[in-house]
């Protein structure tokens, strides 16, 4: 079984610019899950989709915004980038059953 | 809300020691407990997870934690340690909300194994 795929891997951005960011998710998982990792905030939940539908949603500004295909593939987007995005943004496929969580190798966005 | 708190961001073991990472628990419903290792530059990897089964779980690369609730705490142990496990550990809950789930995470113990 294929893991969890990001595009693209890396990414160097200017202030005020926007970014989408790929995650295809395990074959035959429906729910996908973004999280943001920094050195210093740690680990932080953004958004969940499941069928295409947004299920949960962390603290983040509107500026942080996702969507879920119909072949579970998922995007994020984030507009008016700032210094302060800069992260290791990690996509995870979600097991219907069990509630574990597979990660694949994020997307490292480097605002400059 | 659900919470962990990993004590210790930083822990040294000899190559062959027993390694020791802490976690405890907050959760206001009960809850789905996991580990995860990362590696540099690369995503999280699932180590072992606890949904209500048996208390004592055992994950990959002989990485085991056991369920406490009466101290609220999934601690994981390794008999021996490896140079190869040197990464960060993160503890991390999960609790139904809204009909999904979200992991939230601790803030994460780094492994240095010296020889």
């Known amino acids: 079984k294929a893991g969890v795929t990001q595009t693209p891997r890396y990414l160097i951005k200017t202030r005020g610019q926007q970014v989408t960011l790929s995650c295809s998710p395990i074959s035959g998982h429906r729910s996908v899950s973004w999280y943001q990792q920094t050195p210093g905030q740690g680990l932080q939940f953004l958004f969940e989709y499941f069928s295409e539908t947004q299920r949960n949603k962390g603290n983040f500004p509107g500026r942080f915004s996702g969507r879920q295909f119909s072949n579970s593939r998922s995007e994020m987007n984030v507009s008016t980038l700032e210094l302060g995005d800069s992260a290791l943004y990690l996509c995870?496929?979600?097991?219907?059953?069990?509630?574990?969580?597979?990660f694949g190798p994020g997307t490292r966005l480097t605002v400059t | 809300a659900q919470s962990v708190t990993q004590l210790g961001s930083h822990v040294s073991v000899s190559e062959g020691a027993l390694v020791l990472l802490r976690c405890n628990y907050s959760s206001s419903v009960p809850p789905y407990l996991f580990w995860y290792v990362q590696y540099p530059n690369q995503g999280l990897q699932l180590l072992l997870k606890y949904t209500s089964a048996a208390t004592l779980v055992k994950g990959i690369n002989g990485f085991e934690a056991e369920f406490k609730k009466s101290e609220t705490s999934f601690h994981l142990t390794k008999p021996s340690a490896h140079m190869s496990d040197a990464a960060e550990y993160f503890c991390?809950?999960?609790?139904?909300?809204?009909?999904?789930?979200?992991?939230?995470f601790g803030t994460g113990t780094q492994l240095k194994v010296e020889l």
């Open positions: 991390a809950v999960s609790g139904m909300t809204g009909g999904g789930n979200k992991l939230t």
């Open positions: 995870a496929s979600n097991s219907d059953r069990g509630y574990e969580q597979y």
